[in-house]
């Protein structure tokens, strides 16, 4: 990962231009300004990693004039050590006997009505600025900013290549640790320090779901022993230090598994790999989660796939666009998400098989390469 943190990288992955683009995107949606607080939108508009604290670090984005990003004073610093000190932005510290929210307020245009507020910011956070801004109506500014981030540039699409690559070379290893008489949680310690060691800067979650827990989707991890004979879904992801997420699952049997089960996954299989290879600008949300839905019900497991297909990736494990049955959305190249049907059994076990595709500008490419068949490790 280390020529990810070389200036022309960080250039690439974090573009001057974003700031002009976010500003004109909210003067066309008809916004004095975007507020942007610390997490993955800031992140994405200037490369600053900020802290997340109750004081406060503002971004703020107007129609009309230039940038500045609001910090507390003792971060100033930070700020300026980060991508946003070489992007020309005015940074302003505020001391501790400050107002930010006044002097937000006091950047912004007199007659200002209309602002944005961050998806993510604390709610104390926009309250304090509906009481210092109090004829501006506040709305998400993910409606603007989420039309730009579901577009990955190609500088963020091999950052997401090489997150999907560190977390293949876990799954590559599962074997070492996942065997009868370890527990869930064991494993699941084992697999948290691997996904730092094969290139994250941290791991953000581990499901290793044995037995009737592969029915959970979202199983948190046990004390349950796993068993000969066992299915184990085994779902991880991370986030690298360019700030991009790695989510990929795959599902392992500790021994020989129930016939039922090495039937129930050749349907998953079969639905999966349809859904990837099927990935092409122009197919909409709603028909790449048919192609595998449909593949599913007609092997009678429809009742048991309990959730939409898909999930967009990026600077977060679960943004837009979303692959459900409910979207209408054309895919556009650079969209980048996860294709990930699952069947679950109440009281057995379930099954899931996760990858992460992004659309170009012929089909698709599938992000994670590790096999997608039964692995059945030895007991």
Request: hydrophobic letters at 40%.
């Amino acid at each position: 990962m280390t020529d990810s943190h070389d200036a022309s990288a960080t250039a690439d992955l974090y573009p001057a231009d974003r700031l002009t683009t976010a500003c004109r995107a909210a003067a066309a949606a008809g916004l004095d300004a975007l507020l942007i607080s610390p997490g993955p939108d800031l992140r994405y508009l200037t490369g600053y990693h900020a802290l997340p604290l109750e004081r406060l670090t503002c971004l703020v984005c107007p129609a009309q004039g230039e940038p500045v990003l609001v910090v507390p004073a003792l971060e100033k610093a930070a700020a300026e050590a980060s991508p946003v000190g070489g992007l020309g932005v005015e940074i302003i510290g505020w001391a501790e006997t400050d107002d930010p929210y006044a002097l937000v307020a006091d950047r912004l245009p007199a007659r200002t009505t209309r602002v944005a507020v961050d998806d993510h910011m604390w709610a104390e956070k926009v309250l304090a600025f509906r009481a210092a801004l109090p004829d501006a109506e506040q709305s998400l500014a993910g409606v603007v900013l989420r039309e730009l981030r579901m577009r990955k540039s190609p500088a963020e699409v091999a950052a997401l290549r090489r997150a999907g690559a560190a977390i293949d070379r876990v799954h590559r290893r599962i074997g070492e640790w996942l065997r009868p008489g370890r527990t869930e949680r064991e494993v699941a310690r084992d697999i948290a320090d691997a996904i730092i060691e094969a290139g994250h800067a941290t791991c953000d979650f581990v499901i290793v779901a044995a037995g009737p827990n592969g029915a959970s989707p979202h199983h948190e991890v046990s004390d349950r022993v796993i068993r000969a004979g066992d299915p184990v879904v085994v779902d991880i992801g991370g986030t690298t230090a360019d700030g991009y997420c790695s989510d990929s699952t795959r599902t392992y049997a500790v021994g020989e598994p129930d016939p039922d089960f090495r039937e129930l996954y050749a349907v998953l299989r079969r639905a999966q790999q349809a859904q990837t290879e099927a990935v092409r600008p122009g197919l909409t949300a709603r028909e790449l989660d048919a192609i595998g839905r449909d593949i599913i019900e007609d092997a009678g497991y429809g009742e048991h796939f309990l959730h939409r297909t898909g999930h967009g990736i990026g600077l977060e494990t679960h943004e837009e666009p979303y692959i459900v049955a409910s979207s209408d959305r054309p895919l556009e190249p650079g969209m980048a998400f996860s294709i990930e049907p699952g069947i679950y059994l109440p009281g057995r076990f379930g099954a899931r098989i996760e990858d992460i595709a992004v659309v170009t500008e012929t089909g698709g490419e599938r992000l994670n390469v590790t096999g997608r068949e039964l692995v059945v490790l030895p007991t």
